[in-house]
Nanobody, 125 residues
Framework: QVRLVESGGGLVQAGGSLRLSCAAS????????VGWFRQAPGKEREFVAA????????YYTDSVKGRFTISGDNAENTKYLQMNRLKPEDTGVYFC??????????????????WGQGTQVTVSP
């Protein structure tokens, strides 16, 4: 069982930055992929980015490429999503998720086993 806790959301003006954190409760994460998803009001949860736990592979949805970056602190069992040049359309509840999988980075929410509670990101115009 893996418990994930997100933090770092908030209200920011367009063009600003936020860094989200995803802290995992276990140290045995070498075979895990961590994904970030977001959900705007009235919309389905959508994929944002994913990374292997060791950071060797990352993948971003097109709308955030060049603006968002995943990094990690393995000693703290934490992954970060650095979000720069934020836009109002980035507004939503951001979730991190984890799954054991090898050789690929899932982009569908249903493929992930463990989820955090979410953190709200609001970008004002």
């Amino acid at each position: 069982q893996v418990r994930l806790v997100e933090s770092g959301g908030g209200l920011v003006q367009a063009g600003g930055s936020l860094r989200l954190s995803c802290a995992a409760s276990t140290r045995t994460l070498n075979n895990y992929v961590v994904g970030w998803f977001r959900q705007a009001p009235g919309k389905e949860r959508e994929f944002v980015a994913a990374t292997s736990w060791n950071g060797g592979s990352t993948y971003y949805t097109d709308s955030v490429k060049g603006r968002f970056t995943i990094s990690g602190d393995n000693a703290e069992n934490t992954k970060y999503l650095q979000m720069n040049r934020l836009k109002p359309e980035d507004t939503g509840v951001y979730f991190c998720a984890a799954v054991i999988v090898n050789f690929r980075l899932p982009i569908n929410a249903y493929e992930y086993t463990y989820w955090g509670q979410g953190t709200q990101v609001t970008v004002s115009p």
